[in-house]
C-alpha cells in the first residue's frame, strides 16, 4: 500500500502525518491511539463497521455485490439493493455474509450483508431484497459532523 505514490493512499499519509505530529503534543496517557477509526461497538457489543474502513478493507473482499447504474444513487442514499439493481454477485455467497457493494466500474460503494445466497438470488422476484444496506459512501456527505 505505501509503495503506491498516487492520489488517495498519498493524501492518507500526509493527513497521518499531520495527526502524528500533532498528537505528539498530548501527553503520551492522555492518548489512545492515532489513526483510522474502522467501527464502533453497538450497546449489545457487536462491532459496526463504519464507511472509514470502506478504503482499508474492499481490496481484501471475499465477497462481493456489483449494483447496475441505476442503484447506485439509491443505495447511496442508504436503501438496499433490490434483485433488479443487481449486476453480479460472488459465487458460493452465503446468506447473511458480508459483502462490499461495488459499481459496475468497480468502484466500492459501501458494506452490505447478503440477504439471500447466490443460488437464491437467480431465483427471487426482481423486488426482492438480496443486499441489506450497512454503510455507503454517501454517510460523508449526510452525516458528516457526527462520522469520526
Partial sequence: MLA??????????????????????IPRESLVAPGTCFGKFTKSQKFRLSVT???????????????KPGSEQSFLYGNHVLKSGLGRITESTAQYQGVVVYSMADV?????????????????????????????????????????
Avoid at 503506491?4 to 503534543?25: H, N
Avoid at 478504503?55 to 449494483?67: E, G, T
Fill in 4 to 25: 503506491q505514490p498516487s492520489g488517495p493512499v498519498t493524501r492518507r499519509l500526509s493527513r497521518t502525518e499531520k495527526l502524528l505530529k500533532l498528537a505528539a503534543s
Fill in 108 to 148: 466500492p460503494l459501501g458494506f452490505g450483508v447478503a440477504a439471500r445466497s447466490t443460488q437464491e438470488c437467480r431465483k427471487v422476484d426482481p423486488l426482492a431484497i438480496v443486499v441489506f444496506h450497512q454503510a455507503d459512501v454517501g454517510e460523508y456527505v449526510r452525516n458528516e459532523d457526527t462520522l469520526t
Fill in 53 to 67: 474502513a470502506l478504503d482499508f478493507l474492499a481490496p481484501y473482499a471475499k465477497y462481493k455485490v456489483w449494483v
